[in-house]
């Protein structure tokens, strides 16, 4: 059977890692939660999925490595494999990972393209609101905080940041903007801005009080292209 080519491979991954498990109850333990604590933060504060494949990976390469490599030598007392020494590595490799991605490119360029157009705002006030609670992600204005030059956090703002732009943008409204009529409608919903923006008590101006809120969908049902209507 032809199948049986792949299942085996994972058959044997599978027996290996929960022999792993077994021998090693304490490693297991931190490591489940270190990783249910990373992967908790990480869909709270909106991280992009190839992420979690970049920074898992970096972190189990080298341990898996070195595991297969300890289990090989294992006759010698000196390279036998104990929780300790498997705790040192697995958290030397998260801080090497934390290192490395810091060299990656992705979300390092803070960009801001020139300002092409804006809607006709039906007063400043229904700008400035706008501002403070999307202009974060749908404009050329973005302000980037000093956190959002370290990875991984940079890509969670990079992500956000050009697929905000790409639904709509209120800084290139000289061209057509797709999701622009939707403006009113997510706003009524409560679904923008997205929750994960204003946890953890950042982005506190992009909260708007219920006032404020009724406030901007009257100016934004007044400003041309804004609402489905
Ligand atoms: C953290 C960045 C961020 C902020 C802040 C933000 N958005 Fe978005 N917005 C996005 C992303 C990402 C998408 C595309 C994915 C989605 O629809 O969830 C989007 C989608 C949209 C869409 C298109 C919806 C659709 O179904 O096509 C509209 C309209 C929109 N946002 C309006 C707003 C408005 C109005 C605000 C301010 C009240 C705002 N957004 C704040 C990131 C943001």
Request: aromatic fraction near 10%; charged fraction near 15%; hydrophobic fraction near 45%.
């Amino acid at each position: 059977m032809k199948t049986t080519k792949f299942i085996d491979p994972i058959r044997s991954l599978l027996t290996w890692s929960l022999d792993l498990v077994r021998a090693f109850k304490a490693t297991a333990a931190v490591v489940a939660i270190m990783g249910l604590a990373f992967v908790g933060i990480s869909v709270l504060i909106g991280m992009p999925p190839f992420a979690y494949v970049v920074i898992i990976g970096f972190v189990a390469t080298p341990t898996a490595w070195y595991i297969v490599r300890a289990q090989r030598a294992s006759t010698t007392s000196a390279s036998r494999l104990t929780n300790m020494r498997l705790l040192t590595v697995i958290f030397a490799a998260s801080l090497g990972t934390m290192v490395v991605i810091q060299a990656f490119p992705y979300g390092r360029s803070h960009s801001n393209p020139p300002i092409t157009g804006e809607p006709q705002w039906a007063t400043p006030r229904t700008r400035e609101l706008m501002v403070r609670a999307c202009f974060g992600c749908h404009s050329n204005e973005v302000e980037y905080p000093s956190y959002a030059s370290v990875a991984p956090i940079s890509w969670v703002v990079a992500a956000h940041v050009s697929e905000g732009r790409e639904k709509v943008n209120y800084s290139e409204f000289d061209s057509r903007q797709r999701g622009a009529d939707e403006t009113v409608e997510v706003l009524e919903e409560g679904s923008m801005p997205p929750a994960s923006y204003t946890r953890f008590g950042r982005h506190p101006q992009a909260k708007l009080t219920n006032a404020e809120l009724q406030e901007l969908l009257v100016g934004l049902r007044a400003t041309p292209g804004l609402s489905g209507d």
